[in-house]
């Protein structure tokens, strides 16, 4: 009887392997558990991240003003590497009537009077390597067990839209513009090994130069995101009915992750470049 309980003893010291947790303090556990939020640990299910929102049009010397709602969904999934996880994705942007939800096809510049085609955002790739000797995110500890993991990143380089060569599309040969995540998760969900991923809320805010096609040129301003999401248990099937259709009838590639790892990434900039590049040598 003694051994039995000097063994139960024990077991309860160590508990399941379910319940021991990650040391986030060391990048290699950080890496696991961003893994496991961001997607999975598992190189063959692929996860999407949905989120929806509110474009405004900050004006000097106006009031903010809603211009367009979005939704967006990012499809990914994670590769185990040597040195730690590449992250493969590609990611589509649908802009919205404000009053409708409807995906626009083009829209009526208030500032310009003009009507403008809407080239929406096609994304693929957008990669990336994550080391775990050297990961790092930064997190917070919420109440309820909650954790916020989050990251700013501001952007400031040569725009892939010269001004002499787009002047009604951009103002400025650097492009810049700062995009600030917030995932909000469960620290037992990460710290569950059962478990290769785990969901989470997401919230996402962007501040860029006003969009190329809505050829806006020199006007003072720029466009502020708000929006909202979450990582979906049904992935791309669980996506809103008009996104998939969407998806569908554009870019039916986009209803799965990319096959492998691949440079350099595309971002709404380069490829309203590629667009106009494209339709300009068909002529």
Same mark, same amino acid.
């Given at each position: 009887?003694?051994?039995?309980?000097?063994?139960?003893?024990?077991?309860?010291?160590?508990?399941?392997?379910?319940?021991?947790?990650?040391?986030?303090?060391?990048?290699?556990?950080?890496?696991?558990?961003?893994?496991?939020?961001?997607?999975?640990?598992?190189?063959?299910?692929?996860?999407?991240?949905?989120?929806?929102?509110?474009?405004?049009?900050?004006?000097?010397?106006?009031?903010?003003?809603?211009?367009?709602?979005?939704? #967006? /969904?990012?499809? @990914?999934?994670?590769?185990?590497?040597?040195?730690?996880?590449?992250? +493969?994705?590609?990611?589509? =942007?649908?802009?919205?009537?404000?009053?409708?939800?409807?995906?626009?096809?083009?829209?009526?510049?208030?500032?310009?009077?003009?009507?403008?085609?809407?080239?929406?955002?096609?994304?693929?790739?957008?990669?990336?390597?994550?080391?775990?000797?050297?990961?790092?995110?930064?997190?917070?500890?919420?109440?309820?067990?909650?954790?916020?993991?989050?990251?700013?990143?501001?952007?400031?380089?040569?725009?892939?839209?010269?001004?002499?060569?787009?002047?009604?599309?951009?103002?400025?040969? #650097? /492009?810049?513009? @700062?995009?600030?995540?917030?995932?909000?998760?469960?620290?037992?969900? +990460?710290?569950?090994?059962? =478990?290769?991923?785990?969901?989470?809320?997401?919230?996402?805010?962007?501040?860029?130069?006003?969009?190329?096609?809505?050829?806006?040129?020199?006007?003072?301003?720029?466009?502020?995101?708000?929006?909202?999401?979450?990582?979906?248990?049904?992935?791309?099937?669980?996506?809103?009915?008009?996104?998939?259709?969407?998806?569908?009838?554009?870019?039916?590639?986009?209803?799965?992750?990319?096959?492998?790892?691949?440079?350099?990434?595309?971002?709404?900039?380069?490829?309203?470049?590629?667009? #106009?590049?494209?339709?300009?040598?068909?002529?």
């Amino acid at each position: 009887m003694k051994r039995i309980l000097a063994i139960l003893v024990i077991l309860a010291s160590i508990g399941p392997a379910s319940a021991q947790k990650l040391d986030l303090s060391k990048s290699s556990d950080l890496l696991t558990a961003y893994v496991k939020v961001r997607g999975s640990l598992d190189p063959k299910e692929e996860t999407v991240v949905y989120d929806e929102g509110i474009i405004y049009a900050v004006i000097p010397e106006q009031p903010i003003r809603p211009i367009f709602k979005l939704q #967006m /969904y990012n499809i @990914a999934r994670f590769e185990k590497t040597d040195s730690g996880y590449n992250l +493969i994705t590609r990611e589509m =942007l649908a802009y919205e009537d404000l009053k409708t939800g409807e995906i626009l096809k083009e829209w009526k510049n208030p500032w310009t009077g003009e009507n403008v085609e809407v080239i929406h955002v096609w994304n693929d790739p957008v990669n990336s390597i994550n080391k775990s000797a050297s990961f790092s995110f930064p997190f917070t500890r919420l109440e309820n067990g909650r954790l916020c993991m989050h990251v700013d990143v501001p952007l400031f380089y040569p725009s892939p839209l010269k001004k002499s060569e787009y002047p009604q599309s951009s103002r400025s040969d #650097m /492009y810049q513009a @700062a995009e600030l995540f917030q995932f909000f998760v469960s620290e037992s969900d +990460i710290n569950n090994r059962k =478990l290769k991923s785990v969901p989470f809320d997401i919230s996402w805010v962007r501040l860029s130069d006003f969009l190329p096609w809505m050829r806006m040129g020199d006007k003072p301003g720029y466009l502020l995101y708000s929006s909202r999401g979450t990582k979906l248990k049904g992935g791309f099937n669980a996506l809103p009915a008009n996104s998939k259709d969407f998806v569908m009838a554009n870019h039916p590639e986009y209803a799965r992750a990319p096959e492998k790892y691949s440079t350099p990434n595309m971002t709404s900039w380069k490829y309203y470049r590629k667009v #106009m590049e494209d339709r300009k040598a068909k002529q």
